[in-house]
């Protein structure tokens, strides 16, 4: 069925950058609405950024700026290019999509990122 693999994270300093990868199987990452969620210990786990299929974007208030969330149709995956770091972004980013006309989403596995000082 419907598989998201995540690639990109890891230990970065503050003010560093990554790339999170999320390769999408069986479902399409340019007909639905694809997410990135991240989850800190000890706390909710948080919408940071999603992208619709017209294209449209969406950042959490605390990434703006800093985070930019893309797609490549032709390899059918979407990226989270993450820069300027802070140490609470520290968290598992999840990747996600959501098919609408089912009403269902679907989780990746999840990848560390961790920022330090």
């Known amino acids: 069925q419907v598989q998201l693999v995540e690639s990109g994270g890891g230990l970065v300093q503050a003010g560093g950058s990554l790339r999170l990868s999320c390769a999408a199987s069986?479902?399409?990452?340019?007909?639905?609405?694809m997410g990135w969620y991240r989850q800190a210990p000890g706390k909710q786990r948080e919408l940071v950024a999603s992208?619709?299929?017209?294209?449209?974007?969406n950042y959490v208030d605390s990434v703006k700026g800093r985070f930019t969330i893309s797609r490549d149709n032709a390899k059918n995956t979407m990226y989270l290019q993450m820069n300027s770091l802070k140490l609470e972004d520290t968290a598992v980013y999840y990747c996600?999509?959501?098919?609408?006309?089912?009403?269902?989403?679907?989780w990746g596995q999840g990848t560390q990122v961790t920022v330090s000082s």
């Open positions: 069986r479902v399409s990452v340019n007909f639905n609405t």
């Open positions: 996600h999509v959501y098919i609408l006309s089912l009403s269902f989403g679907y």
């Open positions: 992208i619709a299929s017209d294209g449209s974007t």
